[in-house]
C-alpha cells in the first residue's frame, strides 16, 4: 500500500470535494487476474471477503451484497465486464468497474 496525503497537487481545487488522507495499492490487479479470482469461486466463497457489509446503514448479508456485484449482463464481475468476462484485448489491463469490497476480496 502507498499512502496518498489530503494536498496532493493532482487533486485540483481544494474547494471541489476535500478528501482526506489514504492508502492506494502499489500494484495494479490485471482483467486475467480478477478473472482468476472469479473462476475459482471468489464471489461464492466467504473465505475472500473480509469486511462486513452496509448499507444505507445497516449491515446487509453475504449474499445480499454480492448479489449486487454484477457484470453488464447479470453475471458476478465487474461492471464492465460481459457474460462473467473481461473485455477483448483487455487482459493485462488493470481491472476497473470494481467496489472497495471487491477490490479488497
Request: no cysteine; hydrophobic share 40%.
Amino acid at each position: 500500500m502507498v499512502a496518498v496525503p489530503a494536498l496532493t497537487p493532482w487533486m485540483g481545487p481544494s474547494d471541489v470535494m476535500p478528501l482526506p488522507d489514504f492508502f492506494l495499492d502499489g500494484f495494479e490487479v490485471t482483467n486475467r487476474q480478477f478473472q482468476q479470482f472469479l473462476d475459482s469461486g471468489g464471489y461464492r466463497d466467504l473465505k475472500y471477503w473480509h469486511y462486513p457489509f452496509r448499507k444505507d446503514g445497516h449491515d446487509i448479508s453475504f449474499e445480499q451484497a454480492v448479489a449486487r456485484f454484477s457484470d453488464s449482463t447479470g453475471r458476478p464481475g465487474p461492471a464492465g465486464w460481459e457474460l462473467g468476462r473481461f473485455p477483448k484485448d483487455q487482459a493485462d489491463l488493470p481491472v476497473s468497474g470494481v467496489s472497495w469490497f471487491e477490490a479488497g476480496a
